[in-house]
């Protein structure tokens, strides 16, 4: 099997959907690789270490003659017109954002697999590559903070006198919410942390955190089988919103990370609950690409209200590009062997494969993804 390993073209995207290490392995599994020229140079993998590992490096990687095409973010409308009819084409698609990119590559035959549908099973943990960013955007989130922030984070007793510890509230405690309990953690802040999900409050608590929740019936059934949050009803957000008020006044840094699959990110943090924060809180918003979690975020723009900093993060893996670069590939390289057949390496995905069918957006010309092909009469 041929596949292309293409330069992202998104603004500001750094990472690589291969590295030197994934493409050794992948031609020793018996397929060729091909590189674009350059692609992995923002995230320090100079078309050297390609060639080094196996790799050829070409203008346009390859993608004409490709059996399968690698990115980490969707494709241009020019790339989707060389992608040969029948080839396979993997990244992380961000269908519900850009229903456009998946019916064009329906049209023009594409097997598209979006890895952001990989089932949420033991067997795809390494496949997993939305929980593989996440990990890194709730570090960042918290290294980012720290950089906003004008004071010291752990306490310190000096003989000038005691600087009290940085308190950090964590909203939404997923892959993102959970590494950012403990690198703030690490940092030396008290942390708390809220989720509807009451799976979390143990999570919480094992990385020394303080869950911060109103613990009533509808909450002990705000999870889907999928491990994902439930939209929760307007009566338990009021609650919820009272005890939450109060407990943001008093923090100094919030990072909030809740998302629902295919929705308008959730309100969070109110216009009225960030002015409440002391001049010199940070607020850091991870759903600021699907509305955000607080109103007064914008997009990768730096907001103050009232001495408030609030900044709003679109892609903060891309910030960590090679660390990034490394984790989405080992992902890809872990899906691989479900998308090649085992003796003649020919591009042939297992259809049947759970994983496979979670993932699949288009096949043979038509959308297959249950939430994007075209609803039947009964």
Same mark, same amino acid.
């Given at each position: 099997?041929?596949?292309?390993?293409?330069?992202?073209?998104?603004?500001?995207?750094?990472?690589?959907?291969?590295?030197?290490?994934?493409?050794?392995?992948?031609? @020793?599994?018996?397929?060729?690789?091909?590189?674009?020229?350059?692609? =992995?140079?923002?995230?320090?993998?100079?078309?050297?270490?390609?060639?080094?590992?196996?790799?050829?490096?070409?203008?346009? =990687?390859?993608?004409?003659?490709?059996?399968?095409?690698?990115?980490?973010?969707?494709?241009?409308?020019?790339?989707?017109? *060389?992608? *040969? /009819? @029948?080839? =396979?084409?993997?990244?992380?698609?961000?269908? !519900?954002?850009?229903?456009?990119?998946?019916?064009?590559?329906?049209?023009?035959?594409?097997?598209?697999?979006?890895?952001?549908?990989?089932?949420?099973?033991?067997?795809?943990?390494?496949?997993?590559?939305?929980?593989?960013?996440? &990990?890194?955007?709730? !570090?960042?989130?918290?290294?980012?903070?720290?950089?906003?922030?004008?004071?010291?984070?752990?306490?310190?007793?000096?003989?000038?006198?005691?600087?009290?510890?940085?308190?950090?509230?964590?909203?939404?405690?997923?892959?993102?919410?959970?590494?950012?309990? /403990?690198?703030?953690?690490?940092? @030396?802040?008290?942390?708390?942390?809220?989720?509807?999900?009451?799976?979390?409050?143990?999570?919480?608590?094992?990385?020394? @955190?303080?869950?911060?929740?109103?613990?009533?019936?509808?909450? *002990?059934?705000?999870?889907?089988?999928? =491990? !994902? /949050?439930?939209?929760?009803?307007?009566? !338990?957000?009021?609650?919820?919103? /009272?005890?939450?008020?109060?407990?943001?006044?008093?923090?100094?840094?919030?990072?909030?990370?809740?998302?629902?699959?295919?929705?308008?990110?959730?309100?969070?943090?109110?216009?009225?609950?960030?002015?409440?924060?002391?001049?010199?809180?940070?607020?850091?918003?991870?759903?600021?690409?699907?509305?955000? &979690?607080?109103?007064?975020?914008?997009?990768?723009?730096?907001?103050e209200v009232g001495g408030v900093k609030i900044m709003g993060f679109t892609n903060l893996p891309a910030r960590l590009a090679s660390d990034a670069s490394s984790l989405y590939a080992k992902n890809f390289l872990a899906l691989l062997p479900l998308l090649a057949d085992k003796e003649s390496k020919a591009f042939a995905p297992a259809w049947d494969d759970e994983i496979i069918k979670g993932a699949m957006l288009s096949k043979g010309g038509a959308l297959?993804?249950?939430?994007?092909?075209?609803?039947?009469?009964?």
């Amino acid at each position: 099997m041929k596949i292309a390993v293409l330069k992202e073209s998104a603004p500001g995207e750094t990472r690589v959907a291969a590295t030197p290490e994934t493409v050794k392995k992948i031609v @020793g599994l018996g397929h060729s690789v091909t590189v674009e020229a350059g692609a =992995g140079a923002r995230a320090s993998f100079p078309d050297e270490q390609f060639k080094a590992a196996g790799a050829e490096i070409s203008a346009d =990687g390859g993608i004409g003659a490709a059996d399968l095409v690698v990115k980490v973010r969707r494709p241009s409308d020019a790339e989707i017109g *060389k992608i *040969k /009819a @029948g080839s =396979g084409f993997v990244s992380l698609l961000e269908p !519900y954002g850009d229903k456009a990119t998946i019916d064009a590559l329906a049209k023009a035959k594409i097997e598209a697999l979006a890895m952001e549908f990989i089932p949420r099973i033991s067997r795809a943990q390494s496949m997993d590559a939305l929980s593989s960013q996440a &990990n890194l955007a709730g !570090y960042r989130a918290v290294i980012e903070a720290s950089a906003l922030y004008g004071r010291a984070f752990p306490m310190m007793m000096t003989a000038a006198g005691t600087i009290a510890a940085a308190k950090v509230f964590i909203m939404g405690v997923g892959v993102a919410g959970l590494q950012a309990i /403990a690198t703030a953690r690490r940092l @030396g802040a008290v942390v708390s942390a809220t989720d509807v999900r009451p799976a979390t409050k143990e999570q919480v608590a094992s990385l020394g @955190g303080k869950f911060i929740a109103v613990e009533d019936e509808e909450f *002990k059934q705000a999870e889907t089988t999928a =491990g !994902y /949050a439930k939209a929760m009803s307007g009566e !338990y957000q009021a609650k919820q919103a /009272a005890l939450v008020t109060e407990h943001i006044a008093k923090q100094d840094i919030v990072i909030t990370t809740a998302l629902i699959p295919g929705r308008a990110a959730p309100v969070l943090v109110t216009e009225a609950q960030a002015k409440s924060m002391r001049p010199g809180s940070i607020i850091i918003d991870l759903a600021v690409a699907q509305g955000g &979690n607080c109103p007064l975020s914008k997009p990768d723009e730096l907001v103050e209200v009232g001495g408030v900093k609030i900044m709003g993060f679109t892609n903060l893996p891309a910030r960590l590009a090679s660390d990034a670069s490394s984790l989405y590939a080992k992902n890809f390289l872990a899906l691989l062997p479900l998308l090649a057949d085992k003796e003649s390496k020919a591009f042939a995905p297992a259809w049947d494969d759970e994983i496979i069918k979670g993932a699949m957006l288009s096949k043979g010309g038509a959308l297959v993804h249950p939430h994007f092909a075209p609803k039947t009469a009964a």
